[in-house]
């Protein structure tokens, strides 16, 4: 059965500290890995990932796939408060029209 | 401004009363979908739609009916709603993989 899992499922940090969230996945027909963050409403995007190795970064923020550990990672440097939000994996299936979720991981940063 | 606009924002009902969630995105998107999410459960998607009057079930479609009589527009109608409904609801379009959600509709089902 095809499934993606998040880890860890919450996470309590301090301002300035870095932390790395994992995305695994086990899908048929992998076409891409999406990255989202939630905060008090909707999901908004953050990275798309097709390739292996190549690291896609915004800001703070950055993410990698994996491709031969059917994984991925979001790393973010010197988090802030404004950080604190559920981070969402998503995997796509080719087909388009299948996007299975992770149970995201609520991150909060302390002051 | 690019959106989708879900609606209502939050909604109390009971046990079988007939309720309708519109879904709106003005960005001329063919493809649209449905998802709860509940904790520890994630997104799960319930509909989804390719394109006008073509639409198909995703994971959890019992208890739930779609339409898609034109582009922009894509609601979700629960018949019969029951308390296992109670739940977040986002309505997405999608363009170039990227999916675009809506502010999501927080349902209790009593």
């Known amino acids: 059965e095809d499934k993606v899992v998040q880890s860890p499922l919450s996470l309590v940090v301090h301002e300035g500290d870095t932390v790395t969230l994992n995305c695994s996945y086990e899908?048929?027909?992998?076409?891409?890995l999406l990255w989202y963050k939630q905060e008090k409403k909707a999901p908004t995007f953050l990275f798309m990932l097709t390739s292996s190795g190549i690291e896609k970064k915004s800001g703070r923020l950055s993410s990698i796939l994996d491709k031969k550990e059917l994984s991925s990672i979001l790393n973010i440097t010197a988090t802030q408060t404004g950080d604190s939000a559920i981070y969402l994996c998503?995997?796509?299936?080719?087909?388009?029209?299948?996007?299975?979720f992770g149970a995201g991981t609520r991150l909060t940063v302390k002051p | 401004e690019a959106q989708v606009t879900q609606n209502p924002r939050y909604l109390i009902t009971v046990t079988g009363k007939k309720l309708t969630v519109t879904c709106s995105q003005n960005m001329n998107h063919e493809y649209m979908s449905w998802y709860r999410q509940d904790p520890g459960l994630g997104l799960r998607q319930i509909y989804y739609s390719m394109n006008v009057e073509v639409t198909d079930k995703g994971d959890v479609p019992e208890g739930y009916k779609v339409s898609r009589k034109e582009k922009r527009n894509f609601p979700l109608i629960l018949e019969s709603p029951s308390p296992n409904q109670t739940s977040l609801y986002f309505c997405?379009?999608?363009?170039?993989?990227?999916?675009?959600f809506g502010a999501g509709t927080r349902l209790s089902v009593l």
């Open positions: 997405a379009s999608l363009a170039k993989n990227i999916q675009y």
């Open positions: 899908v048929t027909n992998f076409r891409s």
């Open positions: 998503a995997v796509e299936r080719s087909g388009w029209n299948d996007m299975r």
